[in-house]
């Protein structure tokens, strides 16, 4: 897509919420609806991501103009799909799953990920069992029932993050602490990847898992400024 307008702006949009526009005409999603959020900073964010694009728009170079066209366009057709996909996550979440060895990794895992579990099971009254190695473990109906409401109760633009965050974690918890702020960006990215940094400690990296390291970590940014700035 080539750029053919001069300015973007965030805009008050009655009777509530903030628009972007494009030269005066609002900006609209793939699917064609008009980009209008919740929150002043971030029609302001979005219009600064479309005024930093060059000759050609790159839409890779602007995360939070994705999720919102996730929240538009996806939710409203998808919801129940993505509800459900990212409530799996609970059934096999990262944090549930323990080295048997090294001493040292089993060690960093329970410091990292137990007072999680141990967070998630206080704060939602779901408790999640631990197991060792990569066989699956069944988790307790009540607390996978008590999980799926949590993700079913968040608005569009919350759960397209949430979504996102579940994703490149690889663990629901990891993603909910995130958004609700027990975790920031960097600490959520640095327990995901836990077991892949203890690899890199003793063994190194090479350049296609640093770049996939840097998707995630960049994936994982995106969300949580998105998640600020729709509190502000």
């Known amino acids: 897509m080539r750029r053919v307008y001069k300015q973007a702006q965030a805009v ?20 064609r609806r008009e980009v209008v959020v919740p929150s002043a900073a971030l029609a302001a964010a979005l219009a600064e991501e479309w005024n930093a694009q060059q000759t050609d728009v790159q839409p890779a170079t602007m995360p939070l103009t994705r999720l919102v066209a996730t929240a538009l366009d996806r939710m409203p057709v998808e919801r129940d799909k993505i509800v459900a996909d990212v409530a799996a996550y609970a059934g096999t ?12 990794l089993a060690a960093r895992q329970h410091a990292a990920w137990q007072p999680l579990l141990d967070w998630a099971a206080l704060h939602y009254d ?4 631990v197991t060792s190695g990569v066989i699956p473990t069944d988790q ?27 994703a490149a974690c ?6 909910l602490a995130l958004v609700e702020g027990r975790l920031d960006a960097e600490a959520a990215f640095g327990v995901s990847q ?3 940094s203890f690899q890199i400690e003793a063994w190194g990296e090479d350049a296609e898992a640093a770049e ?21």
Do not use: K, M, N
């Open 194 to 196: 836990l077991d892949e």
């Open 170 to 175: 690889g663990s629901l918890v990891i993603a």
């Open 140 to 166: 307790p109906r009540q607390s996978l029932h008590a999980l799926a409401a949590v993700i079913a109760a968040q608005d569009d633009f919350h759960l397209a993050a949430l979504h996102a965050v579940t």
């Open 212 to 232: 996939r390291r840097r998707a995630l970590g960049a994936d994982i940014a995106a969300a949580a400024r998105f998640l600020a700035l729709l509190a502000e």
């Open 126 to 129: 779901a408790p999640l069992e």
């Open 93 to 104: 979440d990262l944090v549930c799953y323990r080295a048997d060895h090294p001493p040292a």
């Open 12 to 31: 008050l949009a009655e009777p509530r919420g903030h628009r972007v526009v494009l030269d005066g005409r609002p900006l609209r999603t793939p699917g």
